[in-house]
């Protein structure tokens, strides 16, 4: 009898201790891929996080690196610490210079377990370097600045350098980042694949954060930009294989050095039975619901702000926010106040964590107001249950939705949400067209199970089956 193939997730700052669309999916990927062995290596912010999924019985193996935290790895030996001053600097010159550096000799140079922080942060060679490309590339800011931004973009990511991995037979990323740099490492050590999966571009968002951050400012915001982009670009370019969600995000992944013979799209797929099987017991009065998270990247207030436009238009209507409230208790009580100075009342309801099927058995509209999304879920359950949507331009979003602008809405903007939520709730015979055609495109293009099958042939085309 053969052995199990063993794949090693990487996962950074997501499942098992976050929900939302990427937990989702690696949730989806373990369950649904129940003949193989998974380990999971996870990248997180900080120790003894509570779990918020129960790991499937495939899943064998589970190592956390807590990326805060200093490691307590053995130091290189005296010949490795001869040699790599000058290959960390040769990586460098080539960062600064745009170039893709090959990691093989740094990695070979630098074992698992070894940590690289007092070699490479403390010794005076390097502060000499600092000291010079501080005065090349940030002279109108002070050092310290640019000191604590190169200190800490480096030991965050020797310490990702330095984890063991699990043994696996593949490494698989879901992001660049230090998921990417993690299971990039893996495969030049143990001479394994690498198969990297990207919901949304890792790089760009983190740019976004960075540029919103007001205590990012001058060459420390641009280290870390550009940080963030030279570990994205390593990781196309490494990996075995790439996939997006979409062809747009593809062809930013492929500009960024991901190779086109080996770069795939697999939309988000979900269960099509579970969710078409919903019995619609329509109720009375509109029911209107946002479905995830209380949390900024959802951009609640602005759904509240459409609620209130729509609320005093249309007194027979009831908005619900539904999902955990839990992840980011300070925005939650913004979002109740903000409801309690708009007079909203019992008009709109927070539900926590819910079965969300018992909801999608009486809304008559699904409402995204997201800043950032990648391919959302909720739009395709919410559609195979029957029930039109509403949304943001976000994503891959405007091309699900046909770039149809009667359902699509700029961010942050509340009365234009309205106006779509109004064109739904007034055209019922209209939409239940669309919502035949909706329910088809899911059944033909987002079913689970099709999609998984795409990881089965993805994982035989890097081991060369």
Known sequence: MSRKLRVCLVIEGSYPYITGGVSAWVQDILEGLSDLEFALLTISPSADQPLRYQLPPNVVEHRDIVITQRSSADSVSKEQAKQLPAEILRLHRQFFHGESPEMSRLFSLLPEGISLHREAVDQKVFWDFLVRTSQERNPIYPFSDYYWAWQSSHELLFRVLAAVPPEADLYHAVSTGFAGVAALAAQIRHQKPFVLTEHGLYHKEREIEIRKAAYVHGYQRDMW????????????????????????????????????????????????????????????????????????????????????????????????????????????????????????GDRLQFTGRQNVLDFYAFLDVVVLTSVREAQPLVILEAWAAGIPCVSTKVGNVPEMLDYDERFLASSKDPSQIASALRFVLNHPEEMSLINQRNAEKVRRLYNRTDLLDKYRQIYRFVRGE
Do not use: W
């Not at 030279?230 to 995000?249: H, I, P, Q």
């Open 225 to 344: 930009i550009k940080f963030y982009s030279s570990v994205s670009t390593l990781c196309y370019r490494g990996a075995d294989a790439v996939t997006a969600l979409f062809e747009e995000n593809r062809q930013k992944q492929l500009e960024l050095g991901a190779s086109q013979d080996r770069s795939f799209v697999i939309p988000n797929g979900i269960d099509v039975e579970r969710f078409s099987s919903v019995k619609r017991q329509p109720r009375s009065g509109r029911h209107v619901g946002l479905v995830g998270r209380i949390v900024p990247i959802k951009d609640v207030k602005t759904f509240i702000a459409a609620a209130k436009i729509i609320a005093e238009e249309m007194p027979d209507i009831t908005f619900y926010a539904i999902g955990p409230t839990d992840e980011d208790p300070e925005y939650y009580q913004d979002c109740l106040a903000l409801a309690e100075s708009l007079s909203l």
